[in-house]
């Protein structure tokens, strides 16, 4: 039989993973001769040999992501070429760098489990070293300065690699084959442990690990080096550690993470389910959110006001040398940085700015170029969602069917922002930024837009923000002078993120509960019943609006929007239920003439502000020291078994269905049962309310698919309320999983909105 020569194309996460070398024992196991590259969109192969033994190439190379779960294969493309006569070999060839640059770079992924075991292999030469990796796991984004990822490309250019992990570097039968960070105690990077001053206390590895684990052991804490960036660290148990992190970083009630010695240490202290697991032992290693188990040994001021716990398992070499020590359970492990500043990833600022919280610190000499937070997830049902999408999940793409022939930027939201470049077919979300408003923040976007848009060389004539007027992101694009600015209602994007990450695109009823949103009307949107899909959309449903002061105070403060719904629904409630909400007669006086004489006074349908209103009215306290602080102590108080709720009522108003919740509240102020009764049925009723605006708008427009999204939704009791509702009335219900249903979403909503108009022209 003749042979044939095909050339293959494939397009996906295919890169820095192993890939190739896995091609090249393929093809050596067929008997085909060939290469294979990394080029910038992919990887090329070219094989060549009898038709059956390239049929069954191809079919492996299929079935390949089913056996290494860092490989995702999105295009295959087979095409006959030439065949070249007296070709021998099958080779790995150099990268061909020159051309468009869309290739992908992975993300940073836990230790796997065959480095675990060689780091605790006493005879093995990398024993005990806390940088261990291979093609499976390791650092890979938050190393990379430019594609394609080769190491020269990534900040471990500087460490030269000895003769041992070269020629592991370069046996094609070896796990580090072109595993860029590889390195061993001689060649590659090192750790130290510095007191706050950073002076050296110790320079041995293994030394400067036990140091630092005696010194959290003695209630101290530490600044961390770790993957995307330092953690500030103490040991979880210990109550009097735990207070003096939250004093000394100035962090009054928000939960800490934590990260426990292994998964069944974690059972100890929360409730892990099937999914739980998985997602908490998996590549990415995220923050969990999980059920608490009571009583736990965990310091009460670790986790406050909240049902939850957020662990993660330990996804360095180093983490695991912590807890090899056997000396502590778990460890807080938050962000290292001030207050709502951006995380921390270098040294002399570590040392700048953490000198006053940190006992000690250990740090490293590998370089994090682009700082990543840990991701965090919860589990709806049985599905794994995202609440802040940056480590582990991050620089992976959105693939979505069509290409757009011009780049895309789009900005996000102000706050938890992320943005998105869109490049042909590939939208690429960025990591957790922060909020906006905190001028470092600012400034980091700034430079992690030109970051990311150097890595993927993206040159965007469209550029897409939100429609408010006053977001420094949206100022920051209109000033950019692109060839086409397009502004996108905020609750809109957040429906079109569901839409993009399920990749279709039809219309849908857009079910909205969020905080705030700039409408089309010029009011704050935040309940809304849309009809909805990537051209186009239009409001069918909201909350009925009610009078808010303006400013930042209203979203701070529940006596600000207790006393709107007291106006707008003239509700009678006692003097002595306002005073212990807002003890200051004149500001509650002052707020009153605010409203009653319309001065910077807004029209609002905020159900993240209705939310805080309910629970000051229910005592769970009236003010919101960290974003919905009040809404989360009353979730974790609400009881799962009640399935009442209140009365409220549709009305129709100019076209528009609101939500009337006059009964609601009156039920709610009178309502003596217990505060977790109250709760439960007020989630109920928000359900409750969402399902009919539903129902009508199936029954004028037959649309039967629903998509929900919004920064409430990440309340796990209603969430899965109102899915269970949809689903028992019939509806087919959409909600956001790889992107957070938060304004973490926003800009892959505007990109896909962006896409979509760009191929319209
Ligand atoms: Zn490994
Ligand atoms: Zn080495
Ligand atoms: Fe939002």
Redo the contacts with the bound molecule.
């Keep these: 039989m003749q042979n044939i020569r095909k050339k293959i194309t494939v397009q996906g996460q295919v890169q820095g993973i192993g890939f190739r070398p896995f091609v090249y024992r393929l093809a050596a196991e067929s008997y085909l001769t060939g290469f294979v590259y990394n080029y910038t969109q992919g990887v090329t192969i070219e094989i060549q040999g009898k038709k059956g033994d390239i049929k069954k190439f191809v079919d492996e190379l299929k079935k390949a992501p089913k056996t290494n779960p860092l490989l995702k294969i999105t295009s295959l493309d087979l095409a006959d070429t030439e065949l070249i006569v007296g070709e021998k070999t099958f080779t790995i060839k150099q990268s061909d760098p020159a051309g468009f640059i869309i290739a992908e770079v992975t993300a940073d992924i836990a230790t796997c489990k065959d480095c675990l075991s060689e780091m605790f292999n006493e005879k093995d030469f990398r024993c005990r070293y806390p940088f261990i990796n291979c093609t499976n796991c390791g650092p890979r984004y938050s190393i990379v300065r430019s594609i394609p990822y080769d190491r020269p490309n990534t900040t471990m250019s500087v460490f030269s690699?000895?003769d041992?992990?070269k020629a592991q570097y370069e046996n094609l039968e070896d796990r580090r084959f072109h595993a860029q960070p590889v390195?061993?105690p001689?060649?590659?990077p090192k750790i130290k442990l510095c007191d706050n001053q950073g002076k050296e206390i110790e320079t041995d590895s293994d030394k400067a690990i036990s140091k630092t684990v005696q010194l959290l052991f003695e209630g101290k804490i530490l600044a961390i080096k770790g993957l995307g960036g330092f953690h500030l660290a103490c040991n979880a148990e210990n109550a009097q550690a735990v207070q003096n992190l939250r004093e000394r970083k100035m962090r009054d009630r928000k939960p800490f993470a934590m990260m426990a010695a292994n998964i069944e240490k974690i059972k100890q202290f929360a409730c892990v389910d099937k999914t739980a697991e998985l997602m908490l032992t998996g590549i990415q290693a995220p923050i969990v959110l999980l059920p608490k188990k009571n009583p736990n040994t965990i310091a009460p001021s670790a986790a406050q006001d909240v049902n939850t716990f957020g662990f993660m398992l330990p996804y360095t070499p180093l983490h695991h040398l912590i807890f090899a020590e056997k000396k502590l359970n778990v460890l807080v492990m938050t962000s290292g940085n001030i207050s709502d500043e951006p995380l921390i990833c270098k040294d002399d600022q570590a040392f700048e700015k953490l000198a006053n919280i940190a006992d000690a610190f250990l740090i490293h000499n590998r370089i994090i170029h682009r700082q990543v937070d840990d991701s965090i997830v919860h589990i709806i049902g049985n599905d794994p969602v995202l609440l802040r999408r940056a480590r582990g999940f991050v620089p992976q793409a959105f693939i979505l069917e069509n290409s757009t022939p011009t780049d895309i930027f789009a900005a996000g939201a102000d706050l938890k922002n992320t943005f998105c470049f869109v490049k042909q077919n590939r939208f690429i979300l960025s990591e957790h930024i922060g909020d906006l408003a905190d001028a470092s923040v600012y400034k980091h976007w700034l430079s992690s837009i030109d970051h990311l848009k150097q890595l993927i060389q993206a040159d965007p004539s469209v550029v897409v923000c939100d429609m408010h007027p006053g977001y420094l992101s949206s100022q920051h694009t209109r000033k950019l002078k692109k060839d086409k600015l397009i502004e996108v209602q905020h609750h809109w994007a957040h429906i079109a993120s569901v839409l993009a990450e399920h990749n279709i695109n039809k219309k849908v009823i857009g079910l909205v509960a969020d905080g705030t949103g700039y409408g089309t009307d010029g009011t704050i949107w935040g309940c809304e019943c849309l009809i909805a899909s990537l051209d186009d959309f239009q409001r069918f449903g909201q909350l009925a609006y009610y009078p808010l002061p303006g400013g930042d105070l209203a979203a701070k403060e529940a006596i600000c929007s207790v006393i709107g719904l007291i106006k707008k629904y003239n509700l009678p409630i006692d003097d002595k239920l306002l005073k212990q909400i807002e003890p200051d007669k004149e500001k509650i006086s002052a707020i009153t003439q605010q409203i009653e004489k319309n001065v910077n006074t807004i029209q609002t349908s905020s159900l993240g502000r209705l939310f805080d209103a309910a629970s000051a009215i229910c005592g769970l306290g009236s003010r919101n020291n960290f974003e919905a602080q009040l809404p989360m102590a009353f979730e974790a108080i609400a009881d799962e078994k009640i399935t009442e709720y209140y009365p409220f009522e549709l009305k129709e108003q100019s076209g528009i269905v609101t939500v009337d919740i006059k009964n609601m509240l009156e039920n709610i102020l009178k309502d003596k049962s217990d505060k977790s009764v109250i709760s439960a049925k007020f989630h109920n009723t928000i359900a409750q309310f969402f399902l009919a605006l539903a129902k009508q708008t199936r029954k004028q427009t037959s649309l039967n698919t629903t998509a929900i999204s919004g920064g409430v939704f990440c309340n796990r009791f209603l969430t899965k309320r109102l899915i269970g509702l949809l689903q028992n009335n019939g509806f087919e219900v959409l909600f956001n999983r790889s992107v957070p249903s938060n304004d973490g979403g926003i800009a892959l909503g505007q990109a896909a909105i962006a896409a979509k108009a760009v191929a319209k022209g």
């Design positions: 690699m000895c041992k992990c390195a061993c001689d060649c590659g």
